[in-house]
């Protein structure tokens, strides 16, 4: 195995890459907690590793395909582990790096739809501000609907997800910030022309960039 095919992937029709490697970590440890008794652990870990699969299918860039299953494996296995517990700042962590590695990917999504502009296409100064306010957009969305979800669980369910009303802005200012900085990632990325380009398996000498 060279170089390039260690690193960009295309090892075998079922274990693509390392980001392969990533997803079986979430799935497997679904396996494992399911064994074990535990099915609070398991469906979240089983959900999340869906929702890696889901991104696996669609042909993500290989950049955002990885940024999207590490958020999806840095969110289930923190909560599973009890990190969010143990140390005080990993919900800080997670407020800033969801929206910052998803955020992008709904954009991408949307544009795979039609939605929104290909980030390949040719673009200007104002069509790069449109896709930054769209990206932004996203991810500060999706951090309020979840503390929508923290609020709603705490009084139904009797979690304690929110802590106070300080804890709640300070979410979503880290949410804002993540998302931030998501946009300004794929910015760069449509500047550079990469668009949404999707791998071709088993081909890692041309990528294919008509999404």
């Known amino acids: 195995m060279d170089t390039r095919t260690l690193v960009l992937g ?31 652990a398991a469906t979240t870990l089983a959900a999340l590793g869906a929702l890696t699969l889901l991104a696996r299918l669609v042909q993500l860039p290989r950049l955002y395909d990885l940024s999207f299953t ?19 700042r990993f919900d800080d962590l997670v407020h800033v790096t969801l929206p910052m ?50 609020w709603r669980s705490d009084a139904w369910f009797g979690t304690s997800l929110s802590i106070d009303n300080d804890d709640t802005v300070g979410d979503l200012v880290r949410d804002c910030l993540g998302s931030l ?6 910015v760069v990325w449509a500047r550079w022309g ?4 999707r791998r071709i398996p088993g081909v890692n000498t041309h990528e294919e960039v008509d999404a």
Request: aromatic content about 10%; cysteine-free.
């Open 101 to 150: 590695l998803t955020a992008p990917v709904l954009y991408i999504a949307l544009a795979r739809l039609d939605v929104v502009p290909d980030p390949k296409d040719e673009t200007h100064g104002r069509h790069y501000a449109g896709i930054a306010v769209v990206t932004f957009a996203l991810g500060a969305t999706l951090g309020a609907l979840w503390e929508v979800v923290e």
């Open 181 to 186: 900085l998501g946009a300004g990632l794929l």
């Open 70 to 88: 590490a958020a999806m494996v840095l969110q289930g296995w923190g909560e599973v582990l009890g990190l969010y517990d143990r140390f005080v």
């Open 10 to 40: 295309d090892w075998s029709p079922v274990v693509r890459d390392g980001i392969d490697l990533l997803r079986l970590t979430l799935l497997g440890g679904a396996l494992g907690y399911a064994l074990a008794g535990d099915p609070g």
């Open 194 to 197: 990469w668009g949404s380009v």
